[in-house]
Nanobody, 116 residues
Framework: EVQLVESGGGLVQAGGSLRLPCAVSGISLGDYAIGWFRQAPGKEREGITCLSRSDLNTFYVDSVRGRFTISSDNAKNTVYLQMNNLKPEDTAVYYC?????????WGQGTQVTVSS
């Protein structure tokens, strides 16, 4: 059974930082493209960053580029999202995703709330 479990969310003041781990089991991280998505209240889920499996290139949407960093520790089978200089508009449920071989796996999400 494949499981992705996010953690590390919480309440933080604007300008603060959080690191979200996503522990993956049942698949090997190195074989999948990994991404982080978020869904704010009343909005659609949006992809914010991903890490390709082939060449380890990263992609960031403009709203998080320079503030968020995706990384992976294949030995621990864990993906991380380091979030710095958080803003109230970053408030959302954050999800990690593993995509590959025709399969798409999601975690249950972790809530991040940024107060002004």
């Amino acid at each position: 059974e494949v499981q992705l479990v996010e953690s590390g969310g919480g309440l933080v003041q604007a300008g603060g930082s959080l690191r979200l781990p996503c522990a993956v089991s049942g698949i090997s991280l190195g074989d999948y493209a990994i991404g982080w998505f978020r869904q704010a209240p009343g909005k659609e889920r949006e992809g914010i960053t991903c890490l390709s499996r082939s060449d380890l290139n990263t992609f960031y949407v403009d709203s998080v580029r320079g503030r968020f960093t995706i990384s992976s520790d294949n030995a621990k089978n864990t993906v991380y999202l380091q979030m710095n200089n958080l803003k109230p508009e970053d408030t959302a449920v954050y999800y990690c995703n593993a995509d590959g071989y025709g399969a798409d796996y999601w975690g249950q999400g972790t809530q991040v709330t940024v107060s002004s």
